[in-house]
């Protein structure tokens, strides 16, 4: 690990020697939030789709010491007006907005610790109210260099990037990993068939993404392995990378598939390598990083800690409620620990379905669905039963009908304890995503808990 663990974002991405047409727009839109008004400290909110304005906004507000606020471009009116007033922004850039010019601000003429705050992020909030997420200079420097050297990336690589740069995974994956000197490729909106030929055009070597990308990738009309053969590793966190979506989009890509744990308060704290066995990457979300460290708390809860984490929320008292004695922040997840200290996320502690007093992680049944070689992607829900009090619904994208007989046999078949085999199946064309493209489980609840 270099110093620059002990510098700021605009020293890590302002290598030596770097110069071009993107370095002076930095330097110009730098000075056009001086000449704003901004001061170091302040909030500079926008809410653009990935690009490289995107990029400006955010290495600009290093420049000067303040707080980038990316908000999520396909947020609401409603949305966006709840989090402004929290944010207090000195500058708010819109969607229409060009980016304000200055005269250029130089590297190091505006003094920045490594603990000032660098980035305000929103939760994704699906089940209530987003919550803030602060990350100060320190720990993003840091999160930088770790993950760079985990996915072996160099000058040579180039990620296409279609997750959004509001979340964590996008400002990670799209702005800081590009300070190893690899092409970043920003992608406004999702299209498989344009990723396919963004792909092939540009050598894309890496991507990141929840599981819905490369279904649809693979599934989209033309494709072809050759299109696709520059790519050697894709990343995937959250709800759905199953052992067999992860077998699957890895033989379909002929190239690495790895499984990531991570979260806007504590990104990639557990994933493989390259060097690591394929089934360890298929079967588990991975093992720490760095100096991350995972436990798992009475009640299976993770707990995780490290020089990456936030340093909290806008909310004091909810940043209290989130941390434990020592550091350790309280993920919300459920988890095993194998002995060798790999991780298997086995569900949400509100995803648990208790059922007539069992408690059933929805994520344990959704990996025996997408064994069946029908069904292509599944997600459990509770609905409410005045009996049991919950009982399992499965939501099902399958290549052919897949109904409750169906679904019994196979479990019957894969020799699953009998209470947590789904008694509602819901075929779908296609899963109801959240702008993250991940399973909008509380639209999928609202339609389970309707009458049959």
Same mark, same amino acid.
């Given at each position: 690990?270099? *110093?620059?663990?002990?510098?700021?974002?605009?020293?890590?991405?302002?290598?030596? =020697?770097?110069? !071009? @047409?993107?370095?002076?727009?930095?330097?110009?839109?730098? !000075?056009?939030?001086?000449?704003?008004?901004?001061?170091?400290? /302040?909030?500079?909110?926008?809410?653009? @789709? *990935?690009?490289?304005?995107?990029?400006?906004?955010?290495?600009? #507000?290093?420049?000067?010491?303040?707080?980038?606020?990316?908000?999520?471009?396909?947020?609401?009116?409603?949305?966006?007006?709840?989090?402004?007033? $929290?944010?207090?922004?000195?500058?708010?850039?819109? +969607?229409?907005?060009?980016?304000?010019? !200055?005269?250029?601000?130089?590297?190091?003429?505006?003094?920045?610790?490594?603990? /000032?705050?660098?980035?305000?992020?929103?939760?994704? =909030?699906?089940?209530?109210? @987003?919550?803030?997420?602060?990350?100060?200079?320190?720990?993003?420097?840091?999160?930088?260099?770790?993950?760079?050297?985990?996915?072996?990336?160099?000058?040579? /690589? #180039?990620?296409?990037?279609?997750? +959004?740069?509001?979340? &964590?995974?996008?400002?990670?994956? %799209?702005?800081?990993?590009?300070?190893?000197?690899?092409?970043?490729?920003?992608?406004?909106?999702?299209?498989?068939?344009?990723?396919?030929?963004?792909?092939? $055009?540009?050598?894309?070597?890496?991507?990141?993404?929840?599981?819905?990308?490369?279904?649809?990738?693979?599934?989209?009309?033309?494709? /072809?392995?050759?299109?696709?053969?520059?790519?050697?590793?894709?990343? #995937?966190? =959250?709800?759905?990378?199953?052992?067999?979506?992860?077998?699957?989009?890895?033989?379909?890509? !002929? #190239?690495?598939?790895?499984?990531?744990?991570?979260?806007?308060?504590?990104?990639?704290?557990?994933?493989?390598?390259?060097?690591?066995? @394929?089934?360890?990457?298929?079967?588990?979300?991975?093992?720490?990083?760095?100096?991350?460290?995972?436990?798992?708390?009475? %009640? %299976?809860?993770?707990?995780?800690? %490290?020089?990456?984490?936030?340093?909290?929320?806008?909310?004091?008292?909810?940043?209290?409620?989130?941390?434990?004695?020592?550091?350790?922040?309280?993920?919300?997840?459920?988890?095993?620990?194998?002995?060798?200290?790999?991780?298997?996320?086995?569900?949400?502690?509100?995803?648990?379905?208790?059922?007539?007093?069992?408690?059933?992680?929805?994520?344990?049944?959704?990996?025996?669905?997408?064994?069946?070689?029908?069904?292509?992607?599944?997600?459990?829900?509770?609905?409410?039963?005045? $009996?049991?009090?919950?009982?399992?619904?499965?939501?099902?994208?399958?290549?052919?009908?897949?109904?409750?007989?169906?679904?019994?046999?196979?479990?019957?078949?894969?020799?699953?304890?009998?209470?947590?085999?789904?008694?509602?199946? &819901?075929?779908?064309?296609?899963?109801?995503?959240?702008?993250?493209?991940?399973?909008?489980?509380?639209?999928?609840?609202?339609?389970?808990?309707?009458?049959?």
């Amino acid at each position: 690990m270099s *110093n620059l663990a002990e510098g700021t974002l605009d020293s890590l991405l302002s290598r030596p =020697g770097a110069s !071009g @047409p993107l370095e002076s727009r930095v330097a110009a839109v730098a !000075g056009g939030l001086v000449a704003a008004g901004v001061q170091p400290g /302040d909030v500079v909110a926008w809410q653009l @789709p *990935n690009s490289v304005a995107a990029v400006e906004l955010f290495r600009a #507000c290093w420049r000067v010491g303040a707080v980038a606020a990316p908000l999520h471009h396909l947020a609401g009116a409603a949305d966006v007006d709840r989090l402004l007033p $929290r944010l207090s922004p000195r500058l708010v850039v819109g +969607p229409d907005d060009g980016l304000p010019s !200055g005269s250029p601000v130089p590297v190091g003429a505006v003094p920045a610790s490594p603990d /000032d705050v660098a980035v305000v992020l929103a939760t994704s =909030g699906s089940t209530g109210t @987003p919550k803030l997420a602060r990350h100060s200079h320190r720990g993003l420097v840091y999160k930088a260099e770790v993950m760079t050297a985990v996915h072996g990336l160099s000058g040579s /690589d #180039c990620i296409l990037l279609p997750a +959004p740069m509001a979340h &964590i995974s996008g400002l990670l994956n %799209g702005v800081l990993l590009a300070a190893s000197g690899m092409r970043v490729v920003p992608m406004a909106r999702w299209d498989a068939g344009e990723a396919l030929r963004i792909i092939s $055009r540009e050598r894309v070597t890496f991507m990141i993404g929840p599981p819905a990308f490369f279904v649809s990738l693979v599934e989209a009309p033309g494709f /072809d392995p050759s299109l696709v053969a520059s790519l050697r590793q894709i990343s #995937c966190g =959250g709800a759905g990378v199953t052992p067999a979506f992860v077998q699957q989009t890895s033989s379909l890509l !002929g #190239c690495r598939v790895k499984r990531t744990y991570g979260s806007t308060e504590a990104p990639t704290m557990t994933t493989s390598t390259l060097a690591d066995p @394929p089934e360890r990457a298929a079967e588990t979300d991975g093992r720490p990083v760095g100096s991350a460290e995972i436990r798992i708390a009475e %009640g %299976g809860e993770l707990w995780v800690r %490290g020089p990456e984490l936030f340093v909290g929320y806008d909310d004091p008292a909810a940043t209290e409620a989130a941390f434990a004695d020592d550091g350790w922040f309280r993920t919300g997840d459920m988890g095993r620990i194998d002995d060798e200290g790999w991780l298997t996320i086995v569900g949400r502690l509100k995803d648990i379905i208790i059922r007539g007093g069992e408690n059933i992680a929805t994520a344990e049944v959704e990996v025996v669905l997408e064994r069946h070689p029908a069904v292509s992607s599944a997600v459990c829900v509770g609905y409410p039963d005045h $009996r049991l009090g919950e009982r399992v619904c499965a939501f099902v994208v399958a290549s052919a009908p897949f109904d409750l007989a169906t679904c019994r046999e196979w479990f019957a078949h894969e020799a699953v304890t009998r209470f947590k085999w789904p008694e509602r199946v &819901i075929q779908l064309d296609a899963l109801p995503l959240l702008p993250t493209a991940k399973p909008d489980r509380t639209a999928l609840r609202s339609l389970a808990a309707e009458p049959v």
